[in-house]
């Protein structure tokens, strides 16, 4: 039998499962990989989740889940716009300075900044830590963060995940990437609401 816990929050990274699991829009649950499992099997134990559901929140290659792998299964309960926030999951052996490596535009003095109770020299392993908060940005600014292309990545796709972007926001962002031919690893510059 699968383990599955409950995770609540807003937004999700395209790169944050590097190191630890990250928040999403919607309610949610995850799974850990057990060897032979599969998106459509994983799929198959929920209602109203799709394989493609699940390629798109998380990013693991639908072709090789690395067991013990943490999968977001979304259940499509809507969480609001009042946690405008993502986080991270601490995970073993994780500090301050690998987890804003995985999040392009974070530095260690924005977590420190987002985290004041958190001590960064004694991080507990399961522990959330808020990597973006959108409720404090300035809405006038022409602050972004970044999206690093996975493969299969459409800007309809990368839309999707990031609560208020349209693939509109996207062009109007990114005005020097072509959406039809998008390399692998480059970033994509998610406007901040």
Do not use: C
């Not at 969480?79 to 500090?95: I, L």
Request: net charge negative.
């Amino acid at each position: 039998m699968k383990k599955a816990t409950k995770r609540v929050a807003t937004a999700v990274v395209g790169t944050g499962l590097a190191f630890g699991a990250i928040g999403v829009s919607a309610a949610s649950e995850t799974v850990t990989v057990e060897s032979g499992d599969t998106y459509w099997g994983l799929a198959q134990n929920y209602d109203d989740v799709s394989t493609d559901n699940l390629v798109e929140e998380n990013d693991y290659d639908p072709q090789a889940l690395p067991v013990g792998a943490e999968i977001v299964i979304p259940t499509g309960e809507e969480n609001g716009d009042e946690n405008d926030v993502v986080t991270h999951v601490v995970q073993p052996g994780n500090t301050f300075s690998e987890i804003a490596a995985v999040y392009d535009g974070v530095t260690v003095n924005d977590l420190e900044n987002l985290n004041p109770d958190v001590n960064p020299y004694s991080l507990t392993v399961g522990s959330e830590i808020v990597v973006v908060d959108y409720g404090e940005s300035d809405t006038d600014s022409d602050e972004y963060v970044y999206h690093t292309v996975q493969p299969g990545n459409t800007f309809y796709e990368i839309a999707s995940v990031y609560d208020g972007v349209t693939v509109n926001d996207l062009l109007e962002a990114n005005p020097n990437v072509d959406p039809y031919v998008m390399t692998i690893g480059s970033d994509v510059a998610i406007p901040v609401r």
